[in-house]
């Protein structure tokens, strides 16, 4: 088991959302953040009860899983397979690919099998026929892993890239059934049901843990334990954060503080836009993973006093230094409707000094990860110069525990927004909609009368 270490435990910087020096249309009083904390003490407690909401907090304890992933992922790595294609869709996929993509190589793909160590990793989250039928293409099936994630068996996305994936994979057969080079992680139903008749070995994806909270269970870190990550390292620095705050005041609750800022901003301060700007290029999977978690979460119907209304914050994915070409213009300059979350790492894994010469020799000896920081530290000081708020999660650096406290923390953030806005943060009804609209355009059965309402409220056509 990998020890925690203090030097990885994550920090999260709110002084920049503090008015002052904000005036106070724009920042949060330190008063103002307190008594939206104490509409947050039962949240843990009851996310550690017997009976939790969401287990989310509760599969931290459950050794035996974590244990399962990985003597799964060591017979897989084994069997050495070249490839490993993970079909999964939402947090089915957005967790592990954010995960593999914070702790691996950079260019894990494109390294030589024997310094990868572990297979090139692909993930199938859409239903493009252009990007599935080109992955054809570039991969060979008889030297591939399958990992479908779906927890209920039956997302339409999912069921697709598998049905189609089962059928090439027969079709390379050689031998081999398409059964022996697959792994499924699901929940109760047909997927799960498909696995044991068929003999594929299936992975619980646990039914107390909605997709987009599933990252630290079997959905988001076998796929990155047989590509060679150590998951391990990861769940530990999940629990260490949640051991550091279990007993904390609520004040040094990062999450929890964190949690009360953004309801702030968004419902007292008019700021309704949250980014997530990772100034690494290894965490930008992990803003869109965010994007998912907060709009799936919180985007829901609530109630404003005693009005019904539409609830929940907007999150933006960035990306630093990028996006100080595109995006912060509009953050400095634009509607004053945003809150800008940095993620900050204060020692990069890799040294790259500058050379000197032209066209600007004032950069000679400075080191990428020194003037990365720079541009971070930049950044932040001209939001605040024009009067806008914002915050920064801190990485002491990117290792697999400061990396798992990240995900867990943000996490528990989403948690303590639901709590403050009132709503249930774990249902997902708007997408179930939209699930449903699906399945009566393409003519499933079942789902007539829901194909003649669209039809009958399909709004006019104006093709230009």
Known sequence: MTRSRPDWDIHFEAGASLAPPLAGSHGVTRAEVQAELRRCR??????QSTRPPSGFVRVLKRSAALRAVEDAAARWRARKPRELIHIGIGGSSLGAEA??????????????????GG??????????????GALFEVVDLRQSLVHVVSKSGSTVETAAGFQILRAALEKAGRGVRWAERCVFTAGRGALSELGTREGVEVLDFPEDVGGRFSVLTPSGLFTPAVAGVDVDAVVQGA??????IANAALADNSAAVSAAIAYLMAERKRKNVHVLMPYADALEPLARWYAQLIGESLGKRGRRGTRAAGVGPTPLPARGSTDQHSQVQLFIEGPADKWVNFVSVEKSRRVQRIAGGEPADYLEGIDLGTLLRAEQRGTAIALAAARRPSASWILPEIHPQSVGQLFFALELQA?????????????QPGVEAGKIAAFALIGRDGYKKEKAAIEANSPPSWRI
């Open 119 to 132: 297979p090139r990793v692909h993930f199938v989250d859409n239903v493009d026929p252009e990007t599935l």
């Open 415 to 427: 948690a303590y927004q639901g709590a403050l806005y009132g709503i249930d943060t774990y249902d």
């Open 239 to 244: 629990r260490r954060y949640l051991s550091r």
């Open 99 to 116: 995960l593999l993509r914070a702790t691996a190589h950079p260019h894990h793909n494109l390294l030589a099998d024997r310094e990868r």
């Open 42 to 47: 039962e949240v843990l407690s009851k996310l």
